[in-house]
């Protein structure tokens, strides 16, 4: 089944220590990204990737870092998580070709 | 910078009822544009994408259309069902390769049985 998986689906952490929420895609697509979501601002884009080793940033990527060392991979890095940074974290992938964005099924992160 | 809007912010309506939901983008220089569904708590499941050659598409009770010079979309929702009760997200793709979406607020729709 062509999906996009993110883990783990839910995440309780303290500020300050680092995570990785990881996000797997099995339709080889180029075009990988990764979403917030927060009550009253909507779906904001923190960093996205166009293939292996090609990043750049989104609208809100500060305290955020990412790497694409392969097509499939695309872990999201929170080095020093504050409180501000708890939310609904979605990955996305798009192809060339492909019919839409396909979107993981997201991250709650709780930071305290 | 694109801008998504998307009116109205919640609606309610009865059981068997057909609908339209809005949205509008500031920047007609549009690849695609591809509307989601997502229930509380979930992730995304996407409805519908209309290229930017395209006018409309349909799958099922749902058809969006899209207009891009007047930098419009609707999604109508034919015979609602309480099922379809959900947030509904319309995203805009523009920007190098098309790839990058940006996403209006959603529409809360609830269809009361």
Known sequence: EAQVTQNPRYLITVTGKKLTVTCSQNMNHEYMSWYRQDPGLGLRQIYYSMNVEVTDKGDVPEGYKVSRKEKRNFPLILESPSPNQTSLYFCASMGQGALGYTFGSGTRLTVV | ?113
């Open chain 2, 1 to 113: 910078k694109q801008e998504v809007t998307q009116i109205p912010a919640a609606l309610s309506v009865p059981e068997g009822e057909n609908l339209v939901l809005n949205c509008s983008f500031t920047d007609s220089a549009i690849y695609n544009l591809q509307w989601f569904r997502q229930d509380p708590g979930k992730g995304l499941t996407s409805l519908l994408l209309i290229q930017s050659s395209q006018r409309e598409q349909t799958s099922g009770r749902l058809n969006a259309s899209l207009d891009k010079s007047s930098g419009r979309s609707t999604l109508y929702i034919a015979a609602s069902q309480p099922g379809d009760s959900a947030t509904y997200l319309c995203a805009v793709g523009s920007g190098a390769g098309s790839y990058q979406l940006t996403f209006g607020k959603g529409t809360k729709l609830s269809v009361i049985p």
